[in-house]
């Protein structure tokens, strides 16, 4: 069978943007991707930092409320939507629930063949490089590099710690060449 979705998840910072370009580049076939930042960036200004939406707080820490949820929900709907329309699809992903969001993500895809990528970085490297981005609240980085993995499950994983995004694509490319396990 053949990959239809690549799931990446990863904490803040672990360098998942970067290894989604690099993908869409060796990859034989074009990809279509889809990134949470992307997701957070399209809702109105009032939801992106609303108890209903979206907070990030001041520590690094975020927390999503009601109608970020619901919006969420619909967001995984149209991106199995378009894997199901026949484009292949690279999501860039943070579960903040761990292997509750992983399992939310399964229901979505359901009876599409997706290739499950952990992006793991170490904390104080992922925090290093948030510092340079500028774009992220102090912290985000090292409170996500092991929250979000916490119980879930992977095809592979890869380390940009000492990796290069590249290097990183052409493992998971390779994967999915090979076709899921």
């Not at 026949?86 to 009876?111: N, T």
């Amino acid at each position: 069978m053949t990959t239809q979705v690549i799931v990446l998840n990863g904490g803040s910072s672990s360098g998942k943007s970067g290894i989604v370009r690099c993908l869409q580049a060796v990859l034989p076939d074009p990809w279509l991707a889809f990134g949470i930042d992307g997701f957070v960036e399209s809702m109105p200004a009032s939801l992106q930092s609303s108890g209903t939406g979206i907070e990030f707080a001041a520590d690094g820490g975020v927390s999503v409320g009601e109608e970020f949820t619901r919006l969420e929900a619909a967001w995984r709907a149209g991106v199995a939507a378009t894997a199901w329309a026949g484009a292949r699809v690279i999501v860039d992903d943070v579960f903040l629930g761990g292997a509750h969001s992983q399992e939310r993500w399964r229901k979505s895809l359901d009876g599409l063949v997706v290739l499950w990528v952990g992006v793991r970085c170490d904390a104080e490297v992922a925090a290093g490089r948030e510092i340079v981005r500028g774009d992220r609240s102090r912290g985000m980085a090292e409170k996500q590099a092991e929250l979000v993995h916490q119980g879930v499950f992977y095809d592979i994983e890869v380390d940009t710690t000492h990796t290069e995004a590249l290097d990183c694509a052409r493992t998971i490319a390779e994967a999915v060449v090979s076709g899921p396990p």
